[in-house]
């Protein structure tokens, strides 16, 4: 019996590779089907590290109150192959495109081997994690873009939620011999977006990466007649803590408060109360140290505290309802997690800054966060 060949006849070459790969799949080696054809061999969990970031914007002085966007990705790697040219490639899109421009990756504290692109619609992250071994640990990466400025009269302004979102897939190339690469792809599950915006005025959110932040409301930190009550909180660098990141969330209020000096617009008592929350990667409070502590200045705009009829011996500054003491030594903590007023709350003689002056000022130091009362 005669076998007729099919025309044209298969180069040894190709059917070399034929025959190899064929052999790879029946073994369950083969590198492309061990990462496309198995599920769960090679996985991308992508994260989204705060759900609600206040807009980035620039205060009235010029001092910019930066936010952050971020993002954890962790790729598992099972297979009993090394997986080549492993890249993680996303998109992020915002509900208004005008806020596109301001929307950048933040170089100084994502990995060196993440790169963004800005088109026309949105930015392309790109994260070359190149090749991963069988049984490699995890690769687990954060990524932080700086939250973008608010544009008015785009679609953030209309009765929706400006929001940023993140899709995207971890790409790797397996067959290695030249003319017969092959490109897989795993497409991630999407993140939860992130809300642009509070709904409370005087209320700051921002994931925040190792090098810390200044989170700050009125005039830098300096309250007016809007803004009676201003404070400023930085965070300090945590390169020398053991977190990836924190989430820090600041909140202003000033509610009724009997035999309090304080004022309000209509000349009422109260009392004005900042709640600071500082959680670290696995959302706990984060305990910082004495000699990288936590700052918080407080700001009294001098229409809430008038010249005469409020004194300054005469306010309590407390912490968690307990009074706050002077520190002992100059620009350090009470190592206990009390805080402690970083020398006498003052009253601001500034005849060059009327916005300034007249008004009382304290810094207030500690280890972790917490509720601060003035009254």
């Known amino acids: 019996m005669s076998f007729k060949s099919p025309s044209p006849t298969p180069s040894l070459a190709r059917m070399t590779r034929a025959w190899r790969f064929a052999l790879w799949a029946a073994l369950g080696a083969a590198p492309g089907l061990a990462c496309a054809g198995v599920a769960g061999v090679l996985t991308t969990t992508v994260t989204t590290l705060s759900t609600n970031v206040t807009y980035s914007t620039v205060s009235k002085s010029g001092a910019p109150l930066v936010t952050y966007i971020g993002y954890e990705f962790t790729t598992s790697y099972s297979g009993t192959n090394t997986t080549n040219n492993v890249q993680l490639v996303g998109e ?12 950048e990756l933040d170089s100084q504290s994502s990995p060196s081997n993440c790169t963004a692109q800005t088109l026309s619609d949105r930015i392309r992250l790109t994260c070359v994690l190149g090749q991963l071994r069988s049984g490699s640990k995890d690769s687990k990466l954060q990524v932080f873009f ?39 792809r795993w497409d991630w599950t999407p993140p939860q977006a992130v809300e642009l915006g509070t709904i409370v005025a005087n209320e700051i959110k921002s994931v925040l990466p190792k090098r810390g932040g200044d989170l700050f409301s009125g005039n830098a930190g300096i309250a007016n007649t809007v803004d009676r009550f201003a404070s400023r ?22 509610p009724l408060c009997a035999n309090s000096p304080l004022l309000n617009e209509a000349g009422s008592p109260v009392c004005h109360q900042l709640d600071l929350t500082v959680n670290d990667d696995t959302g706990v409070t984060a305990k910082f140290s004495v000699t990288a502590p936590l700052s918080v200045k407080l700001s009294i705009d001098k229409t809430s ?36 007023l970083n020398g006498a709350p003052v009253r601001i003689k500034d005849k060059k800054n009327p916005d300034r002056d007249g008004d009382i000022e304290a810094e207030v130091l500690n280890t972790r966060n917490g509720r601060f009362t003035i009254a």
């Open 305 to 340: 505290c008038p010249q005469g009829s409020c004194k300054l011996d005469a306010l309590i500054f407390s912490y968690e309802d307990e009074p706050i003491k002077l520190c002992l030594v100059a620009n350090t903590p009470f190592p206990d997690g009390k805080p402690c």
């Open 146 to 184: 700086k939250a973008p400025k608010k544009v008015d009269g785009g679609t953030g302004d209309l009765d929706v939620k400006n929001k940023v979102t993140l899709t995207g897939a971890t790409y790797y190339a397996e067959l290695s011999d030249g003319a017969d690469n092959t490109n897989n």
């Open 233 to 254: 909180v930085v965070v300090p660098n945590f390169s020398l803590f053991p977190y990836a990141y924190t989430t820090a969330e600041v909140a202003e209020s000033s």
């Open 92 to 103: 992020l899109f915002v509900t208004d495109t005008a806020d596109l421009d301001t929307l």
